[in-house]
């Protein structure tokens, strides 16, 4: 049987992989640094606001988004209900190395109306698990990178459709088309890039919402804005970016979100993927305040800067920027 080659981005980065003796520094020394740094100046816990679903599993019609955390989101729209990277465990790793959360996921999985489809932007632990997936089960239907539909057959999902870059499908109503990021994947020593990455681009025929996934900044960006003139909101991650010796190959800046957010040409942008796992050294708390000031210094209007709390809804009409 031939071994299947590993993936790789549109446009590599000559930066060569990190090893062991890396992973020993930013553990050691980078963190062990951080700590030190916030002892002298503590973050501000993540907002969080109650969400016990009900007005969720009433809305039969309008456009919501509601931040469970990191980057999962519930997302209705076109009368379905849609999860992004669904995590609700405490953890998110392998075992001992799991990362624990710092404020509990937004809504209870139980809380939730019931749920249509699921995407998938790639296989890392805090946007991949287990547990979580196990629990929703075979009721949704998932739309997943290319290669990984074999994990979630494992867990007994049958409703699995797997998706390479620009490849797109229409299911219950809505229309979807996997786009590429600038990142990697992979769960254990041996399975590196052996699946694909990327972001979706989710559509209901007169809305059409991008979520981004993870990525380092690069030229697709430009190129995703041109193939989909006319995004509405832009789920965009702004965290996990310290050290940037480390992170810069595969997750961006909060400015870099910004610049991203750009090249796409949304109009609504909404931050993901801070405040809720401690996966790199950066306040927690960093991510928004540098998006903000950001956004001020080019002169943007914060009406279309959805910084959210954990566990808030927000809806979307087409002729509002907020509801």
């Not at 640094?33 to 809305?59: C, H, M, Y």
């Not at 790639?122 to 290319?146: E, M, Q, S």
């Amino acid at each position: 049987m031939t071994q299947e080659k590993s993936f790789q981005n549109l446009y590599p980065n000559p930066e060569r992989r990190k090893g062991f003796g890396d992973m020993l520094r930013y553990v050691l020394v980078e963190r062990h640094r951080s700590g030190i740094k916030e002892q002298l100046n503590p973050f501000k816990p993540t907002p969080v606001v109650a969400n016990d679903g009900e007005a969720l599993r009433d809305n039969a019609s309008r456009t919501s988004i509601t931040w469970v955390g990191h980057s999962s989101f519930l997302i209705q729209l076109g009368g379905r209900s849609l999860l992004t990277d669904p995590v609700w465990s405490k953890t998110s790793g392998a075992g001992p190395f799991g990362f624990s959360r710092m404020v509990s996921p937004g809504i209870r999985l139980a809380d939730l109306p019931p749920i249509d489809l699921v995407l998938i932007s790639h296989n890392h632990y805090d946007h991949l698990d287990y547990d979580t997936i196990r629990r929703l089960g075979n009721r949704p239907t998932y739309l997943v990178p290319a290669r990984l539909s074999k994990w979630f057959h494992s867990l007994g999902c049958q409703k699995v459709h797997e998706c390479g870059w620009w490849e797109e499908l229409e299911l219950l109503g809505l229309h979807f088309d996997f786009v590429p990021s600038q990142h990697w994947s992979g769960r254990t020593l041996s399975d590196s890039n052996k699946t694909l990455w990327g972001g979706w681009i989710l559509s209901d025929g007169s809305q059409k919402l991008y979520f981004a996934g993870d990525s380092s900044y690069f030229s697709g960006f430009k190129i995703i804005g041109e193939r989909y003139p006319g995004i509405d909101i832009a789920f965009m991650p702004v965290g996990t970016y310290e050290p940037r010796w480390t992170m810069q190959t595969s997750h961006v800046t909060p400015e870099e979100a910004g610049q991203a957010f750009l090249d796409v040409g949304a109009r609504i942008f909404v931050p993901m993927h801070w405040g809720t796992f401690r996966l790199s050294i950066e306040p927690p708390d960093e991510p928004p305040r540098r998006l903000a000031a950001w956004w001020g210094q080019q002169k943007l209007d914060p009406v279309n800067r959805w910084t959210m709390a954990v566990g808030e809804t927000r809806y979307f009409d087409k002729s509002h920027s907020k509801d």
